[in-house]
Structure formats: structure tokens, C-alpha cells
């Protein structure tokens, strides 16, 4: 890696966990990261956090939350940033 323009955050993966009007635009970002279109690593610990917020806070399932996370882990994009040497997260 060159460079790195930025981390993305909770904020930008919680909108592609349930419907509403961010949504379209959050999934159109994260695939331009996930793509490395835009050098913008996804720490792991945001998707972790994510997972917390959509399931405690927002009430949202906690299978579709772990379905859409795990979908994004399974990219194995080099956007994620996983700082441990664990190589599998596993949702309850």
C-alpha cells in the first residue's frame, strides 16, 4: 500500500444493515472500498462495533446483521484491516 486516504467507521457500514435512505448510498462507498477503488481500510473493530450498535441499539435481527457482516468479512478485500493475527470472527 501506497498510501491511505482514510478508515471508515460504524457510521458508514450500520446504514447497510437495515432499509432506509442512506442505504444505497453507504453500499455504492463501501464497494468502491472493498474494490480498493478508494484506499480506505474497514478496520475489523468497526465491523465488530457495527455489529453491537445495529443488534443492541437498533434492534435489527441479529441474523441479518451477522449475514451481512460476514458476507463482507468473506470479500476478503484488502481494505479489511484486521490488526490481530485472528484470521476468523465469528458472530453469536
Same mark, same amino acid.
Given at each position: 500500500? *501506497?498510501? #491511505?486516504?482514510?478508515? +471508515? *467507521? @460504524?457510521?458508514?457500514? @450500520?446504514?447497510?444493515? =437495515? *432499509?432506509?435512505?442512506?442505504?444505497?448510498?453507504? +453500499?455504492? =462507498?463501501?464497494?468502491? @472500498?472493498?474494490?480498493?477503488? $478508494?484506499?480506505? #481500510?474497514?478496520?475489523?473493530?468497526? #465491523?465488530?462495533?457495527?455489529?453491537?450498535?445495529?443488534?443492541?441499539?437498533?434492534? !435489527?435481527?441479529?441474523?441479518? +446483521? $451477522? $449475514? #451481512?457482516?460476514? *458476507?463482507? !468479512?468473506?470479500?476478503?478485500?484488502?481494505?479489511?484491516?484486521?490488526?490481530?493475527?485472528?484470521?476468523?470472527?465469528? =458472530?453469536?
Amino acid at each position: 500500500m *501506497d498510501y #491511505i486516504e482514510g478508515v +471508515v *467507521d @460504524v457510521g458508514i457500514i @450500520v446504514p447497510i444493515c =437495515f *432499509d432506509n435512505p442512506l442505504k444505497r448510498y453507504a +453500499v455504492e =462507498f463501501l464497494a468502491e @472500498v472493498l474494490s480498493w477503488r $478508494k484506499r480506505i #481500510i474497514i478496520p475489523i473493530t468497526a #465491523i465488530l462495533g457495527t455489529y453491537y450498535i445495529a443488534t443492541r441499539y437498533l434492534r !435489527i435481527p441479529k441474523h441479518i +446483521v $451477522k $449475514k #451481512i457482516l460476514e *458476507d463482507l !468479512i468473506k470479500t476478503r478485500s484488502p481494505a479489511i484491516y484486521r490488526n490481530n493475527h485472528s484470521s476468523c470472527i465469528e =458472530f453469536t
